[in-house]
């Protein structure tokens, strides 16, 4: 979209301003049609037959760039900056060369010396587009973030736009902005799978980040749109995104149909058991979470996963009071803590024991002595 919105206006200002140059309009043509290496040839008579005609240097440069012959076309595009340097569009066009020849650098210090105030709308939408991506590719995520914002704000009805910008405040922690922005994003472009789940992410981080109902209505929202993406696309990535979002919504049952579904298309991925077990130990189904378990542990190949999933399995062995295994389980995931915490259940719930033992030796001694006693005034001569 970055690429197809310049060339558009990069074509209007052209074909304004063409002289009749052989040529030219073949050139024009064969860009038009992707057909770049004969674009190329085109423009290379252009500027042959007209050498100070700075579009037709521009074209050049910006055909060369897309067979790959960055320096060439990075020195077409510098003379017809040279020829014509007030030119917006030369300016852009130039810009963008640079971005698309990983010189980022030089694209952040030509588009922060032109005044966007001059611009056209259409204009102001490329320069804002391109200035956030020089920056952030030179390593000036602020700045960048703050001229998707403004170029958000200036084309709120941009899906792409409105993605980008969402992406990047997201990346940068700022949620505020980031959830309406891909949200729009999302409406605006429904068919498009990757906005819809850059949203849903959004979604889930906001819950996680939040607490009580709010939590609760967030996991939900982010349910409803991952049933969407789902919709679009039931790949393995997309259903685990949904049985993640059922999970946090308190959706089991859901989530565990899902999650299956999830395993029937990669069979070899822990994931789909591993949260399988949480959803049924949430539903205190402790011997199914015990076994979705143990099918997940062969398949992690990653100690940090194996350990998650162990340590998931001391949970439901601690919450079945078994306390052996529990310790084995926490021990294998290297949690010291867990080990520790379980063995001082273990002796507290051994003292309830025996001291419930004691009890009840002491009321049946007590009953004992009370029949005895109720024995001998049944056994009691009569008074004379």
Same mark, same amino acid.
């Given at each position: 979209?970055?690429?197809?919105?310049?060339?558009?206006?990069? +074509?209007?200002?052209?074909?304004?301003?063409?002289?009749?140059?052989?040529?030219?309009?073949?050139?024009?043509?064969?860009?038009?049609?992707?057909?770049y290496?004969?674009?190329?040839?085109?423009?290379?008579?252009?500027?042959?037959?007209?050498?100070?005609?700075?579009?037709? /240097?521009?074209?050049?440069?910006?055909?060369?760039?897309?067979?790959?012959?960055?320096?060439?076309?990075?020195?077409?595009?510098?003379?017809? #900056?040279?020829?014509?340097?007030g030119?917006?569009g030369?300016?852009?066009?130039? +810009?963008?060369? #640079?971005?698309e020849?990983?010189?980022?650098?030089?694209?952040?210090?030509? $588009?922060?010396?032109?005044?966007?105030?001059?611009?056209?709308?259409?204009?102001?939408?490329?320069?804002?587009?391109?200035?956030?991506?020089?920056?952030?590719?030179?390593?000036?995520?602020?700045?960048?973030?703050? &001229? $998707?914002?403004?170029?958000?704000?200036?084309?709120?009805?941009?899906?792409? $736009?409105?993605?980008?910008?969402?992406?990047?405040?997201?990346?940068?922690?700022?949620?505020?902005?980031?959830?309406?922005?891909?949200?729009?994003?999302?409406?605006?472009d +429904? @068919?498009?799978?990757?906005?819809?789940?850059?949203y849903? *992410?959004?979604?889930?981080?906001?819950?996680?980040?939040?607490? %009580?109902?709010?939590?609760?209505?967030?996991?939900?929202?982010?349910? &409803?749109?991952?049933?969407?993406?789902? %919709?679009?696309?039931a790949?393995?990535? /997309? $259903?685990?995104?949904?049985?993640?979002? *059922?999970?946090?919504?308190?959706?089991?049952?859901?989530?565990?149909?899902?999650?299956?579904?999830?395993?029937?298309?990669?069979?070899?991925?822990?994931?789909?058991?591993?949260?399988?077990?949480?959803?049924?130990?949430?539903?205190?189904?402790?011997?199914?979470?015990?076994?979705?378990?143990?099918?997940?542990?062969?398949?992690?190949?990653?100690?940090?996963?194996k350990?998650?999933?162990?340590?998931?399995?001391?949970?439901?062995? &601690?919450?079945?009071?078994?306390?052996? *295994?529990?310790?084995?389980?926490?021990?294998?995931a290297?949690?010291?803590?867990?080990?520790?915490?379980? *063995?001082?259940?273990?002796?507290?719930?051994? /003292?309830?024991?025996?001291?419930?033992?004691?009890?009840?030796?002491?009321?049946?001694?007590? @009953?004992?002595?009370?029949?005895? @006693?109720?024995?001998?005034?049944? +056994?009691?001569?009569?008074?004379?």
């Amino acid at each position: 979209m970055r690429s197809r919105l310049l060339i558009l206006t990069v +074509a209007a200002t052209l074909a304004a301003a063409a002289p009749v140059v052989a040529g030219w309009d073949e050139g024009v043509a064969a860009f038009k049609a992707k057909n770049y290496a004969q674009a190329a040839k085109e423009f290379e008579g252009v500027v042959a037959e007209k050498p100070d005609w700075a579009n037709g /240097h521009m074209m050049l440069g910006r055909s060369l760039l897309k067979t790959g012959k960055n320096q060439q076309a990075i020195a077409a595009l510098r003379k017809a #900056y040279d020829l014509s340097p007030g030119d917006i569009g030369i300016q852009l066009a130039l +810009a963008q060369g #640079y971005l698309e020849a990983n010189m980022a650098g030089d694209a952040a210090q030509l $588009l922060g010396r032109m005044s966007s105030a001059s611009l056209s709308k259409e204009q102001q939408g490329v320069y804002q587009k391109l200035y956030a991506m020089a920056l952030d590719k030179s390593g000036q995520g602020d700045r960048a973030a703050q &001229e $998707l914002a403004k170029a958000a704000a200036a084309q709120p009805n941009d899906a792409n $736009l409105q993605f980008q910008y969402g992406a990047a405040a997201l990346n940068a922690g700022n949620l505020a902005a980031a959830l309406p922005a891909l949200e729009k994003a999302a409406r605006l472009d +429904a @068919r498009d799978a990757n906005k819809l789940k850059a949203y849903v *992410q959004a979604l889930i981080r906001s819950a996680r980040e939040s607490s %009580g109902a709010a939590k609760d209505q967030g996991y939900a929202k982010a349910a &409803e749109a991952a049933r969407q993406l789902v %919709g679009l696309n039931a790949s393995y990535d /997309h $259903l685990l995104l949904l049985g993640e979002t *059922q999970l946090g919504a308190s959706q089991y049952d859901a989530a565990i149909a899902t999650f299956a579904q999830a395993s029937g298309k990669n069979a070899n991925d822990w994931l789909p058991f591993f949260y399988t077990g949480q959803a049924q130990t949430a539903r205190q189904a402790y011997p199914q979470a015990v076994e979705s378990l143990q099918k997940a542990l062969p398949k992690a190949g990653r100690t940090e996963d194996k350990n998650r999933i162990y340590k998931q399995l001391g949970f439901v062995y &601690e919450k079945q009071t078994n306390f052996e *295994q529990a310790k084995a389980a926490y021990r294998s995931a290297g949690d010291a803590a867990g080990v520790e915490r379980v *063995q001082a259940n273990q002796d507290i719930a051994k /003292h309830n024991a025996e001291a419930a033992e004691e009890e009840k030796k002491l009321a049946e001694l007590k @009953r004992a002595q009370e029949e005895a @006693r109720k024995a001998l005034q049944q +056994a009691a001569p009569p008074p004379y």
